[in-house]
C-alpha cells in the first residue's frame, strides 16, 4: 500500500515493475517448504539469537528499558534485528502469525525508546553517552556521522532501519516502525546533504533504503538524499568502498563486495528513477566486468577473504573462494533491478544461476545453519555455522528468502514478463488489465512447465517467457564459462496445444495474441546433463570441468563417493552421465553420476590411478548438509590437475598434533601440513595452511609421533605468510627436535665447514615464498618436533612439513 496525499512524487520508476511477492503465492516442491521453512526456523532463531547475543538488549538499555554496557561486538549489530523485522515483515504476509506480529510490536516499541529525541538512532553511542562517553565502539568517534566513510556503520544501521520500516508498514498497515524510520530520515537529511556534512557512507546500503522511503512516502527529499550520498562518493576515497571515484565515472567492480552490489542497486534506483544516464552507463560497465571475468560459475562474487570483496579478473580460486552469502543477495538485487530497467533477460540469467547455487548453499536444509563464504572446493575444513559474531549472512538469509516470489514476474502496461519457472498462483494487473496466473512447473529438476492465464475479460498483451541461457547454449554471458558438449535440443512451445516459434528477443520468446479465459502454455525446457567449462585464464579450472542441469551446478562431496576422498578424483573425458531424482537423499534431489578414478602419490614422486569407479553428483547447494568434509566443483580431467592422494609417507602415516589446534569459531586442522599439496608462493590461497594465528611473540610447536621409529635426516617447510594485509608473517626463529627416549633434543645441522652440529635457533634458513630445506645428522626416532618462534607482532603458518 502507498501512502497518499502527498504531490511530489512522480509516477517515474522502473519502466518494468515487479509483480510483488505478496500477489504470488508459490506451490512448488523446492521453495515453498523453504520460505516456509524460513518462516518456522530461520525468522525464530534469528531473534533468539538476537535476544540471547545481547542484540535487543542493546536497545532496551539505550531506551531507558533497563541499565547497563553495549553488550555486544560491533556497531552494526543494531541492523541485523532491522533485517529480521524486514525478513519477519515479509513472512506475515505468507503466513499470518498474531504472536510474531506482537513480537514484532514490542520490538519495535523497543526501538522507538532507543531513538534520541533529535531522531538519531545507533544504540552504540546512546548507551556510551549513559556512561560520560565510556564504551563508545574505537569505530565510532566523539561527533556523530564522523567516521562513518571508515567504519562507524551509522548510516548502514539506518538503511536497514528504512528497508525494514517500510516492509513492515507494507505488510501490517502500522506505521510505528515507519515513523520511526522517518523521524532519523528528517534528522539525517538536516545533518547531510549540500548545505551539511560531506560523509559518505562507509557502508552502503541507506541509498537503497531511503529510495524505499521516498516510495513509501512520496517524499523526494528522501531522493534527493540517496542520491547525495551517491554523488558524495570518490573521487578521493578508499576502493574497499568503492569511493576511489566518483560513482559514475567507476567502470570496474572492485572492492567489498556487498558494499559494491547495495551500492550498484543504489544507482540503479536512481538510474530508473530519474532516467540518469550517467549511473546507468557506469552500472553497465561495471555488471560487464563481474560477469566477463569476476564472477564464479555458481554465481557467487568476491574471491578473496582479505578485502571480503573482488579481485582482479580471473582470479577465481575454489577452496579460498569468498562469495560471501551477502554478495550473492546483493547480486540479486543488483540483476533484478538492470532487469527491470532494460527487460534484458541475460541478467535473470545471472539472477537465477546466483539463486540456485551460490545464494541457496548460504543456508542449511534445516534452515538453522549458514555459510558466510561460500566455497567452491573445500578439504573438510567449512562448515555451516549456526550464528555467528558478525550476523550480516543470517539476517539476509532470513529477509531474503521470504522475497523470492516477488522475483517471478514482471509487468509493463502491455507485457508480462516470466521470468522464473515455480509453480504458483498469481495475481497480476498489466495497466487496467487483471489477469490471473496460475504456473506448473518441477523447477529445478525438470523443464516442463504450463501457465494457465485468466484474464478477468479478454485482453490482447505480450507474454514474454523467458529461455533461459542455459537452453541457448550460453553457460553465461559474455563467454567466461562455456558449455563443453553440444546439446541441439530445443525448447518447445506450444498454446493450447498448437505449436509455435515466436521470435526471440532479449532472452524473451514474445507471444503476443488475444488471451482469454483458460488460455494454456506449455513450455518444455530440456535439461540433459551439460559440462561446462572455463575461460583459460581462470587458473585454478585448467583442465578442468563443471557439470550442470538446468540451472544447478553440481558437485562431488564426501559422502557419495570412494572412503569419504572427493579432491584425488579424475572424471573420465567422454565419460556418459546418467541422472536420477532421488526422493530419499537431502529431502529429495536429482542426482548425477558419471564416472572416475581416483589418484594417489608414490613414494617415488609419481602418480598411480584406481580403476574406474563411479562418481556421483549432487546440487552444489545441498553440499555440506552430511557433514564437513571434501567437495569440489570443478572436476579434474587430468591427474596433474587433480588433488592425489598423499603418497604413503613417515610424515602422511604419523599422528600430527601441535599447541593450536583451534582458534576462535573455525577448526584450524592441522591437515594441510602433510598432504602433500604444494603451494605456488606463501600467499597461495588456494592451497590449505595451518596457522597459529592471533598468537603471536612466543614459541609455538607442531609435532609428528611416528607409527614407529624412523630413521630420519632430512626436513622441509613451507612457510604461509599473507602480508602485507593478514596477520601472518614468516616466524622469527624455528628448529627441529627429535625424541630421544623422554626428552626432546635438537638435531645435528650439516654445516660445509664445520660438520654436524647442533646450531642455534637464528641461524636455521628462514624463506618466503619457497622450501626452507635442512640436513642433519640421522636419528632413530620415534617423533620429530618443529618449534616455531613468532614475531612479536606477527604469528606464522606454514603449508607443509616434510621430513625424510
Ligand atoms: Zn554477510
Not at 551439460?530 to 564426501?558: F, H, L, N, S
Not at 602419490?601 to 569407479?613: L, V
Not at 603418497?647 to 593450536?660: E, H, V
Amino acid at each position: 500500500m502507498i501512502l497518499h496525499g502527498c504531490t511530489e512524487k512522480s509516477d517515474a520508476d522502473y519502466p518494468i515493475r515487479p509483480v510483488p511477492f505478496m500477489s504470488v503465492k508459490l506451490t512448488d516442491n523446492f521453495w515453498a517448504p523453504r520460505i516456509k521453512k524460513n518462516a518456522d526456523v530461520t525468522i525464530p532463531i534469528a531473534f533468539s539469537y538476537c535476544e540471547s547475543s545481547g542484540r535487543v538488549k542493546n536497545f532496551e538499555i539505550a531506551g531507558g528499558l533497563d541499565t547497563g554496557t553495549f553488550k555486544t561486538i560491533y556497531p552494526f549489530d543494531d541492523s541485523d534485528v532491522f533485517k529480521i523485522i524486514e525478513g519477519a515483515a515479509y513472512s506475515l504476509q505468507t503466513f499470518p502469525d498474531p504472536k510474531l506480529d506482537a513480537y514484532l510490536d514490542t520490538l519495535i516499541w523497543k526501538i522507538g525508546l532507543a531513538q534520541e529525541d533529535d531522531g538519531y538512532l545507533y544504540t552504540n553511542r546512546t548507551i556510551a553517552e549513559m556512561h560520560g562517553g565510556k564504551g563508545l565502539h574505537e569505530w565510532a568517534s566523539t561527533n556523530r556521522w564522523e567516521l562513518d566513510s571508515i567504519l562507524s556503520h551509522e548510516l548502514y544501521n539506518l538503511g536497514h532501519l528504512y528497508e525494514a520500516a517500510v516492509a513492515h508498514y507494507q505488510a501490517t498497515g502500522k506505521r510505528s516502525l515507519l515513523d520511526i524510520a522517518i523521524k532519523s530520515a528528517g534528522l539525517v537529511d538536516k545533518d547531510f546533504g549540500p548545505e551539511g556534512e560531506k560523509v559518505y557512507p562507509g557502508h552502503q546500503v541507506i541509498e537503497m533504503g531511503l529510495v524505499k522511503l521516498y516510495r513509501a512516502t512520496g517524499e523526494k527529499k528522501y531522493l534527493d538524499l540517496a542520491r547525495f550520498f551517491l554523488d558524495i562518493r570518490g573521487p578521493n576515497g578508499d576502493a574497499y568502498n568503492q569511493a576511489h571515484k566518483r560513482v559514475v565515472d567507476q567502470t570496474e567492480a572492485v572492492g567489498h563486495s556487498v558494499r559494491a552490489t547495495y551500492m550498484y542497486s543504489g544507482m540503479a534506483d536512481i538510474a530508473a528513477i530519474e532516467k540518469n544516464d550517467e549511473y546507468l552507463n557506469a552500472i553497465t560497465k561495471i555488471w560487464e566486468d563481474i560477469v566477463y571475468g569476476k564472477i564464479y560459475l555458481t554465481g557467487g562474487i568476491g574471491a578473496t577473504g582479505g578485502n571480503e570483496g573482488f579481485a582482479d579478473p580471473y582470479v577465481l580460486p575454489n577452496m579460498s573462494a569468498y562469495c560471501e552469502t551477502c554478495a550473492s543477495i546483493g547480486n540479486i538485487f543488483t540483476n533484478h533491478r538492470l532487469f527491470l530497467l532494460h527487460g534484458d533477460g541475460k541478467y535473470i540469467d545471472i539472477l537465477e544461476k546466483t539463486l540456485y547455487n551460490s545464494m541457496l548453499s548460504g543456508v542449511s536444509l534445516s534452515a538453522d545453519r549458514f555459510f558466510y563464504p561460500n566455497p567452491l572446493e573445500s578439504n573438510g575444513q567449512h562448515e555451516r555455522q549456526a550464528w555467528f559474531g558478525c550476523a550480516c549472512c543470517p539476517s539476509n538469509v532470513a529477509r531474503f528468502v521470504p522475497a523470492i516470489p516477488g522475483y517471478v514476474y514482471g509487468t509493463t502496461k502491455n507485457e508480462l514478463y516470466v521470468n522464473l519457472y515455480i509453480s504458483n498462483d498469481a495475481y497480476i494487473e498489466l495497466g487496467n488489465k487483471k489477469i490471473s496466473v496460475s504456473q506448473k512447473a518441477d523447477f529445478p529438476w525438470d523443464g516442463k512447465v504450463e501457465l494457465t492465464v485468466n484474464p478477468e475479460v479478454q485482453a490482447k498483451f505480450k507474454i514474454k517467457l523467458r529461455i533461459p541461457g542455459w537452453v541457448r547454449n550460453e553457460a553465461i554471458p559474455g563467454g567466461l564459462y562455456k558449455f563443453a558438449d553440444q546439446n541441439n535440443a530445443g525448447y518447445a512451445i506450444s498454446v493450447n496445444g498448437e505449436t509455435l516459434s515466436p521470435e526471440i528477443l532479449d532472452g524473451y520468446a514474445v507471444i503476443n495474441r488475444r488471451w482469454g479465459k483458460g488460455d494454456k502454455i506449455n513450455l518444455e525446457l530440456p535439461m540433459p546433463v551439460r559440462t561446462v567449462v572455463a575461460d583459460g585464464r581462470i587458473k585454478d579450472d585448467i583442465d578442468k570441468m563443471a557439470v550442470q542441469r538446468g540451472p544447478v551446478i553440481y558437485c562431488a562431496e564426501w559422502p557419495d563417493n570412494n572412503e569419504g576422498k572427493v579432491l584425488n578424483l579424475v572424471i573420465d573425458e567422454g565419460s556418459s552421465f546418467t541422472t536420477e531424482f532421488v526422493p530419499g537423499l537431502l529431502e529429495g534431489t536429482q542426482v548425477i553420476k558419471t564416472s572416475g578414478f581416483q589418484t594417489r602419490k608414490t613414494i617415488e614422486g609419481g602418480i598411480e590411478t584406481s580403476e574406474k569407479e563411479d562418481v556421483t553428483l549432487i546440487p552444489y547447494a545441498l553440499w555440506n548438509n552430511r557433514g564437513p568434509g571434501q567437495m569440489m566443483v570443478w572436476l579434474p580431467l587430468k591427474a596433474e590437475s587433480a588433488r592425489p592422494l598423499p603418497a604413503p609417507t613417515i610424515a602422511y602415516r604419523s599422528k600430527l598434533t601441535g599447541n593450536k589446534v583451534e582458534t576462535g569459531l573455525r577448526p584450524v586442522s592441522t591437515s594441510a601440513v602433510n598432504d602433500q599439496i604444494e603451494p605456488a608462493n606463501s600467499n597461495d590461497r588456494s592451497v590449505s595452511y595451518y596457522h597459529w594465528w592471533p598468537d603471536r611473540d612466543q614459541w609455538v610447536y607442531l609435532q609428528y609421533d611416528f607409527e614407529k621409529p624412523e630413521t630420519i635426516s632430512k626436513t622441509r617447510v613451507y612457510w604461509f605468510d599473507d602480508g602485507p594485509d593478514g596477520g601472518c608473517r614468516i616466524p622469527d626463529e624455528w628448529e627441529i627436535q627429535y625424541k630421544a627416549g623422554n626428552v626432546w633434543k635438537p638435531v645435528k645441522i650439516a654445516d660445509v665447514e664445520t660438520g654436524l652440529r647442533p646450531v642455534s635457533t637464528n641461524s636455521y634458513p628462514i624463506t618466503k615464498n619457497g622450501w626452507d630445506s635442512i640436513e642433519f645428522e640421522p636419528v632413530k626416532t620415534s617423533g620429530l618436533k618443529l618449534r616455531v618462534k613468532l614475531n612479536k607482532e606477527f604469528s606464522s603458518g606454514l603449508y607443509e612439513w616434510i621430513v625424510e
